[in-house]
């Protein structure tokens, strides 16, 4: 989408992994105007603003799974949008997903609505939910401080 950013995860100088995320305000001109519109009532939240979504992670499979890269990937995105005055996130997760439904729930996040009702996603033949976190509490809290511990460490020289 227009307005988003791209951040990108290297490990050993190779591309690993990235998230691409956006600001609601920016991109879609507000909630009403996103892909989902008035499915959720995100404005509970925040306003436009202060929310940033996250379009697409992507970590590679050798790198998945016990490495924490996915988590250090997000949080990084997190970290960015919360500086530029963001507080919550929404992502679209396929909710047949066992796996994905709990790793994000582990980062924070729970689930808002299902979109499956939209036009445009039961063409896709998926079951995407809507989930939101606190950006505070996935920044400050025990997964992030969990990761942060776990950080590999860079070799002076």
């Known amino acids: 989408p227009p ?9 050993e100088g190779e591309l690993a992994g990235f998230v691409e995320v956006f600001c609601y305000a920016q991109t879609c ?3 009403a105007n996103s892909p989902w519109g008035d499915a959720c ?8 603003e202060r929310m940033m979504h996250v379009e697409a992670i992507f970590v ?3 790198h998945r799974r016990s490495s924490g890269h ?4 997000y949080l990084n995105a997190a970290r960015r949008y919360r500086a530029r005055g963001a507080r919550f996130a929404t992502v679209l997760v396929d909710a047949s997903d066992a796996y994905l439904v709990g790793l994000y729930r582990k980062i924070g996040a729970r689930e808002l609505c299902s979109l499956s009702r939209l036009p445009w996603v039961a ?5 995407p939910g809507l989930f939101v976190l ?3 509490d996935a920044i400050d809290g025990r997964i992030a401080r ?4 776990s950080r590999p460490r860079r070799s002076a020289g």
């Open 3 to 11: 307005c988003a950013d791209y951040l990108g995860l290297f490990v």
């Open 29 to 31: 001109g507000g909630y």
């Open 41 to 48: 009532d995100l404005g509970a939240f925040c306003e436009p």
């Open 60 to 62: 590679e499979r050798r």
């Open 70 to 73: 996915f988590a250090r990937l």
């Open 123 to 127: 063409a896709r033949g998926i079951e």
């Open 134 to 136: 606190d950006l505070n």
């Open 146 to 149: 969990r990761f942060e511990r």
